[in-house]
Every structure is written in C-alpha cells, then in structure tokens.
C-alpha cells in the first residue's frame, strides 16, 4: 500500500502542475463557492454559462410547466444511445420526450412519451424507464408485471416478459438491464401493501428467471455486462452484510460487510464488470471488481467532510471518469469543496478531477414532498458529452431540468506529463490490442502491465515495433509501461469486457 499510495501522490503532483497551465477547466481541489443569489435564469430552451466554471447550460423546464419538473435518478439515462433524444419523467407530473440537437445545443419537439397503455395493461412505470443501450428509438418499460420493449417513433408495444402466471403476487420496481438488453433485474413489491419483498432477475436467452425473498432489501442493480448483481439489503452496522453480489452465471455469491474488512458500496452505481460506491465509514468512494468485490482501492475521497449527500453515474461508455453531483445535506462541518457541484473523478485511484457546474439546489429547506426531488441525482450521456440534472434554483416549491455540456476531456496524469513513446489501441479494449511504438527500434524493449496496486500482471520483451496482444485481463484500469534505450514511459489502459 506504501507504493501505491506514493503513486497517487505524484499523480496528484503532476496534476497541479498540469493545473497551474490549463485555463479551460478547473481541476483542482480549491473552494468554488456558488453565488447567492443563483444566476437568472432564461426561459426554458434558452442556455446560459455557469459563471464560475464556466459550462454551457441549457435549461428544460420553467414555469409553464409547472412545478414538478424532475429526471429520474444518477443510474437511470435520460438522454438516448446516440443522443438524439431527451426523456425527462416528470414535466408537470407527466413523461415527456424532446429531440435533442447537439450541434446546435437545443431541444424541440417536445411531446408525451407514452401515447397511451399496452394493450390490455396498465401504464407504464415512468421513474425507471430505461433507453435501449443497442437502439436509440427504443425505451424499456414495465407494468406491475410485464415487461416491455416501446419503439418511441411508432409508439409500439413489444411484450418481453410476462411475470403474472408464475408470480401473480409480484409488482416490479426499480428496473435496471444490462447494457446489451438482455438481462433485466428488479426489487419486486408484493401487490397489496406495495412492500419490497425480493429481487427478480430475467435474462431473455433461455427465459432464465431468479427470484429471491430478502426482507428489508432496499434495492438491486445489474452491472453492464449482465453477468453480476447488486444487491443493497437495506441493513447497516458494525458487522452486517450490507451489499451481496451475485454472480447470475455461477450462483456464486459474496458478501460484504457495512464496515471493515469490506467497507460495503453504499449509493453506487455499475460498470463492465465494477461497482463504484461510497464508504459510509470513511467517506470516500470504492472501486471494486464484481469478480473479486472483498477487494478494492479508493477512487474519490471527502475526508473529514460528512455535510454532502451524493450521487454517481457510471452511464457514459468511458468508464475512466465517474460522475458525481453533490447537494449540501445537513449542518455538519463543511471544508467548502465541491459543495452542490457536478464534477467527473477519475476511476484509476489517482484522484483527479473535472468540475464542472454548481446545481445552486436547495435541499435542506424543502418541505417533504419536495426535498428528495430537490436532489440534483445527475446523469451522464453514453457519449460522455453531457449531464442531466433537477434543480430547485434556490426556490422552495418548485424545480426545474437542465443539460450542462462537457468540454472536450483533458488528459492528465503520468500519461499527460511524459513524452510518451508509444501509442495503444483501441483504448478501452474488451480484450485484443495493440502498442505500437513510434520510434525505430534498435534493441530489445521490455513491456510491463500493471495493475492499480503495484502488481505486474503481464510482462514480455519486443523486438520490433509492434504487437498485437490479449493478456486475458480483468475488467478495470491499467498501467501500461514500455522501457526503451530511451527511458520509461506510461500510459493508462481501460480493459472492459
């Protein structure tokens, strides 16, 4: 752990020397606090620029459409595959879609989502409705007991599963899939009291069900590949199991405890084949394979600072950056360091940061029906370009949506300050890649790849300038080093699967 936290600290080094000549986004740790009175805002459709970092805004909602104007949550996508459409679950109470123009940053077309019931069922669940990962017209759904697939530009039905026969008790909830669209996971109520009673999973190949009873559960989330399973138990303290994962393919399942040795995944989200969640007892996020969760490594951390509540989204296909939004959550002591912010963090371990926009959304002095909606739960495209957020804007009765838009990525890290000697890809790989090197070579060069904790997980010696391989590596970030005549150099490397 002494090298490894010797890394992080160079990384952090290097970056404030990066820091110290970029004026195109803030990366640092300083206090940013947002202005009071928010800024004015314009109608809806009309953008604005976040006066201190500096992001373009584009406002969804005002107060045409009255006061209950919300997306849904961090882990749910309001903007489709390849970001043409916008999905908000609440405009006034009611679902709506909205084309979304890129290019000029602007919505239009706006019109109810569902236009009406599946045939002979009820409406559709409108909070955790999920875009296709596979096609940009389709939009997952569920009844009490079916699942479906709706084409949004046909406005067309296609059942996926029925539950009723089998489980004429259950009602689905909290709907999460896979990234391929076929495995699909839910807490189910039972249909009188509305109670949570279990987990259910379907996988479409096979029509594979699992249903499980675990009182108390508070919620379930597969990861992108499919392969494993969340599953928060609604229990905490010293020594309880407070997150199980479930591997669907084997049966397997782990256990892992609130506090130490685990330091279980609190509000989380899931990526190919990792979970990221936050450390209730250290007040930090954890990045963990779903293969091997007993083990983990910090990717963000709050310190001392317990006065933020948070949420994270792991929705964009470039899992090297997580997104966080923050919203002042009680009275405790604050350092005033990403205090109702969205910002990306960096999921290597070496804490770097991208800040992006304050959300100016007060949740502390909303009454109950508001508060929980008055949390800005920020959720990031697949294309990484843009976020979706809730904000009350300082009021008390009502709130409004947003899309801020990324700036393009800046590299930082070891990769940015070396001159580096080589080049990989694709990056990420879900297995095959290349390095080439862009030099000629004159004698041998010896390739090292290196996991987050100091480990060599493959070696070998090159004697020409390229080569194509598949090491066989688990989901997660990597170091890849390559020792010249030269001199040493590295660069990151994401492997998905």
Known sequence: MKKFTLFIFICQLFTC????????????????????????????????????????????????????????????????????????????????????????????????????????????????????????????????????????????????????????????????RSINDSVFAFTYK?????????????????????????????????????????????????????????????????????????????HSDNGTGFVIGNDNWNNDYNYRSLASPHTFYSVFDFHNDWSLGTHVSMLSDNEAWMLMSTFTAGTLPSTGIFVDEIFL??????????????????????????????????????????VVFTSNWGSTIRMDV????????????IASIENSAFVIYPNPSSGDFTIKIKDEITAAVKIKIINLFGKIVFQLTLDNGQIALNPELATGMYFVELTTTKGTSRQKFLCVH
């Open 17 to 176: 020397i990066f820091n110290a000549s970029s004026q195109s986004i803030k990366t640092d740790y300083g206090v940013y606090p947002p202005p009071s009175p928010p800024p004015a805002l314009p109608p809806a459709g009309g953008t604005f620029m976040d006066p201190v970092f500096g992001t373009s805004i584009l406002r969804i909602t005002d107060g045409a459409d009255g006061n209950d104007n919300h997306q849904s949550y961090s882990y749910w996508p309001s903007i489709n595959k390849n970001s043409s459409m916008l999905y908000i679950s609440s405009v006034g109470g009611n679902p709506m879609l909205y084309d979304f123009d890129t290019a000029a940053f602007s919505i239009s077309n706006k019109r109810a989502m569902f236009l009406g019931n599946p045939f002979g069922d009820g409406t559709p669940n409108a909070e955790d409705a999920i875009w296709s990962g596979t096609q940009s017209n389709i939009m997952f759904c569920h009844t009490g007991q079916k699942i479906y697939s709706y084409n949004v530009s046909a406005n067309q039905y296609t059942l996926i599963k029925d539950f009723s026969t089998a489980y004429p008790d259950i009602y689905l909830w909290q709907m999460s």
């Open 345 to 386: 963090f960096s999921t290597d371990g070496s804490k770097s940061v991208r800040r992006l926009a304050h959300t100016h959304s007060d949740y502390l002095n909303q009454n109950s029906n508001n508060a929980y909606w008055s949390m800005p739960r920020a959720n990031i495209s697949r294309d990484a370009k843009y």
């Open 190 to 266: 039972e249909n009188v009291n509305y109670t949570n009673v279990g987990y259910i999973t379907y996988r479409i190949a096979g029509g594979l069900t699992d249903t499980s009873h675990l009182s108390g559960l508070d919620e379930v989330q597969v990861d992108k590949t499919g392969n494993y399973l969340v599953i928060k138990t609604g229990n905490s303290g010293p020594s309880v199991i407070e997150t199980e994962i479930l591997n669907l393919q084997t049966g397997h399942m782990d256990y892992l405890t609130d506090n130490a040795p685990d330091f279980s995944p609190g």
């Open 402 to 413: 947003f899309v801020l838009k990324i700036s393009p990525p800046v590299t930082i890290g």
